[in-house]
């Protein structure tokens, strides 16, 4: 069976999966998963990704990825690969580290955001390792419920808005929404071709792609002058808050400019341009 076509296209989301090579543990202690992590908030940065929830096992880890930039499989050459190179220099080990190329399902946020981010952090309660998300250290759970300061990569935001307004609010509401998880049937049993999880009309519109049918390009875009970033930001030191986002806005949204490229210049990081952004 040939394997399945990887699907990449500007703002999909991905539940990712990559194993150790014949299941051997790719984090041997705490060491290498804060290695890891540290590997995660590069790639972040260079290609722009927003991590929405994670979990790092023994021998394996998960992420729920959104890619604004259509680069899944760059990024993970990137994060595989400098992993793997800290982790055959620390143990003296050799060859590849993860097994093959990483598994990726391809998602509808709008309907599994949610039951995804939850099935990714009660990993290791499933597992037995813990009994309950609270216990573990090395998954996004902690962070999201209020409970710990999250990573400056980690992208909370998008995640803790499915339950509305109130950030307090939605904290409680997102704990309340793992712990009811018990009787939850699993979020990937509704796969369909393997890697697909959507809606019918999703599904119905990634299929000619899974099937190797390239999607017809768009004719060229009549050239227009774009605006510098320091034309945009003049005097924004001065503006409120507001004013200063509506900026980030247009920047990104109507001149095209990347959201590190506008974090870079204001002197933000990448994930607080986002949440502008997302807003």
């Known amino acids: 069976m040939s394997r399945p076509v990887r699907i990449e296209f500007p703002g999909a989301n991905y ?9 051997k543990a790719v984090f041997v202690d705490d060491e290498d998963r804060a290695v ?42 990137q994060l595989n690969g400098v992993y793997t190179q800290h982790f055959n220099r620390r143990h003296n080990a050799e060859g590849p580290l993860f097994q093959g190329r990483f598994k990726s399902i391809l ?15 009660l990993n290791p309660v499933r597992c037995k ?15 999201n419920a209020g409970l710990i300061k999250p990573q400056r990569w980690l992208c909370s935001d998008t995640l803790l808005q499915q339950f509305g307004k109130r950030e307090k609010d939605n904290r409680r509401k997102y704990r309340n929404f793992v712990k009811s998880s018990a009787t939850e049937p699993s979020p990937l049993e509704g796969r ?6 959507g809606s019918p009309q999703f599904i119905e519109e990634m299929h000619p792609i899974l099937n190797g049918q390239k999607v017809a390009k768009r004719g060229p875009v ?11 930001c003049k005097n924004v030191e001065n503006k409120t808050r507001d004013e200063r986002n509506k900026i980030i806005c247009r920047a990104h949204i109507e ?24 807003q």
């Open 15 to 23: 539940y990712v999966t990559s194993k150790g090579n014949g299941e």
């Open 36 to 77: 890891f992590l540290n590997v995660v908030d590069t790639v972040v940065s260079r290609f722009e990704w927003l991590i929405h929830s994670y979990v790092l096992m023994d021998n394996h880890y998960h992420l729920v990825v959104e890619c604004p930039q259509a680069n899944l499989s760059k990024g993970m050459r």
């Open 107 to 121: 998602f509808e946020k709008e309907t599994y955001l949610l039951p995804l981010c939850r099935h990714a952090v």
């Open 129 to 143: 390792v813990v009994t309950s998300p609270t216990k573990y250290r090395w998954s996004s759970y902690r962070a």
């Open 192 to 197: 369909a071709a393997q890697v697909l999880l």
């Open 222 to 232: 009549a050239a227009k002058r774009r605006r510098s970033l320091s034309s945009l």
């Open 255 to 278: 001149h095209s400019y990347t959201l590190k490229e506008i974090g870079d210049y204001l002197g933000l990081h990448y994930t607080t341009v986002s949440k502008v952004v997302n």
